[in-house]
């Protein structure tokens, strides 16, 4: 309100509107969930030729899991994408191996890697008048390191999928004191638990696509400048770390394929003779974004 030097109640009957027109899907904490002592792995996946219900079983099966922490269908080298929350590699491995035990006959080819820190970046590309500064916040900063007790795990689980919900909402909800609560998350946002708050926005019905660009780099040299360059580019939205498959990759919210080939074009060159290869795909369809298990 103050921003927009409107009434906040002014504020607040836009941002229903926008809910009941589907334009902003929920609100959600951003958690550095490693911090807890969680490690990330991620599953890109190649579906045989399949029929589009058992298409949709796999699709199913791994969004409605509690591990699952985002999950995305895919148009290009691969069909489906997902990351997982997990304490160890053993825990990644009985969630693996009980997945194949359904599917495996299902998944023409399967890529994983570990999943090792995420720089998200504010929608720029939407006032990119207004965007002064480039903020991140950075999940897998520190690993294991946050101390915190059942209650605060009881509040992190409540507002990383509900992050609009008052104080005294939550309070109620858990059967707590609206002052424990305030203290819980004063406490989370001080160990750099919950990073943010974010809205989950619908921009595919704004016109936007999501755009996956992937490096192959000869050497580390240009990491730093590529780093600095997409900071001040508008319609990347994220950076990925990861232990396999590329060594540099940022998606991004573009309106036209063109602009795309633009922005990759501007990355390529940053990225100058460390280029080895590179290629992109689309994430049609989101399922969603669950920062905490």
């Not at 080939?261 to 969603?288: E, P």
């Amino acid at each position: 309100g103050k921003k927009l030097r409107v009434n906040k109640n002014v504020v607040g009957y836009r941002i229903n509107k926008l809910l009941e027109n589907a334009f902003i899907d929920r609100f959600y904490a951003v958690v550095d969930a490693p911090r807890l002592g969680y490690q990330s792995f991620r599953a890109y996946l190649k579906f045989s030729t399949l029929d589009e219900k058992k298409r949709q079983e796999i699709i199913d099966y791994v969004t409605k899991s509690k591990a699952v922490w985002w999950s995305g269908n895919i148009d290009g080298q691969f069909d489906f994408g997902f990351l997982v929350w997990v304490r160890d590699i053993y825990e990644f491995r009985d969630y693996w191996l009980k997945f194949l035990s359904r599917f495996q006959d299902r998944i023409e080819n399967a890529l994983l890697s570990i999943y090792t820190g995420l720089y998200t970046y504010p929608n720029a590309f939407l006032l990119p008048q207004e965007e002064k500064e480039r903020p991140f916040q950075v999940v897998g900063n520190a690993f294991g390191h946050a101390k915190i007790s059942e209650l605060d795990r009881r509040v992190l689980t409540r507002i990383a999928l509900h992050a609009r919900d008052s104080v005294i909402a939550v309070a109620k909800e858990l059967g707590l004191s609206p002052v424990s609560v305030r203290h819980s998350l004063k406490k989370l946002e001080k160990l750099g638990v919950i990073q943010a708050y974010r809205a989950q926005l619908n921009l595919s019905k704004m016109g936007y696509t999501m755009y996956k660009l992937n490096l192959h780099l000869k050497n580390r040299s240009k990491v730093g400048s590529l780093l600095e360059f997409v900071k001040s580019c508008p319609s990347v939205v994220y950076n990925n770390e990861a232990i396999g498959f590329a060594d540099f990759e940022v998606e991004m919210f573009v309106r036209t394929y063109d602009q795309f080939k633009a922005v990759r074009s501007a990355i390529l060159a940053v990225a100058g003779d460390t280029l080895v290869a590179y290629n992109h795909f689309i994430y049609y369809k989101v399922h969603g974004v669950q920062y905490y298990p």
